[in-house]
């Protein structure tokens, strides 16, 4: 889990548009126009992958790893009520902030613009 989110934790920050926390998004945008049934198992399987980051960053806290950061990704993946006030909340630390610019910097991406 360790190495993985080490790989996968900042390609996914590089690909984050710059104005992500600036828009609103809701689960129906996201999965598209589907058969409700695909919708269902496509919320379903984002919110277990979003659970498993969050769990991992979790423990990443403790152990060697990039724990905020894979929660912040885990809970960008999820949805549930107040995601988006945790997600700000999250984003306006200053050690995430700066880790996640400098991983954009790195990447020749512009900074995230945070409302």
């Not at 990704?73 to 700000?88: H, S």
Request: glycine letters at 8%; proline letters at 7%.
């Amino acid at each position: 889990m360790v190495v993985a989110s080490m790989i996968i934790v900042p390609v996914l920050v590089v690909r984050m548009q710059a104005d992500y926390f600036l828009a609103e998004r809701d689960a129906e945008q996201s999965m598209g126009v589907r058969h409700p049934a695909w919708r269902v198992t496509g919320v379903a399987l984002k919110n277990f992958a979003g659970a498993l980051l969050v769990i991992g960053g979790l423990l990443m806290c403790v152990l060697p790893g990039q724990g905020l950061l894979t929660i912040l990704i885990g809970l960008a993946v999820m949805d549930f009520p107040g995601k988006r006030k945790l997600e700000l909340w999250l984003i306006r630390r200053k050690p995430v902030h700066w880790a996640i610019d400098k991983m954009r910097q790195k990447a020749a991406r512009p900074p995230l613009v945070l409302p």
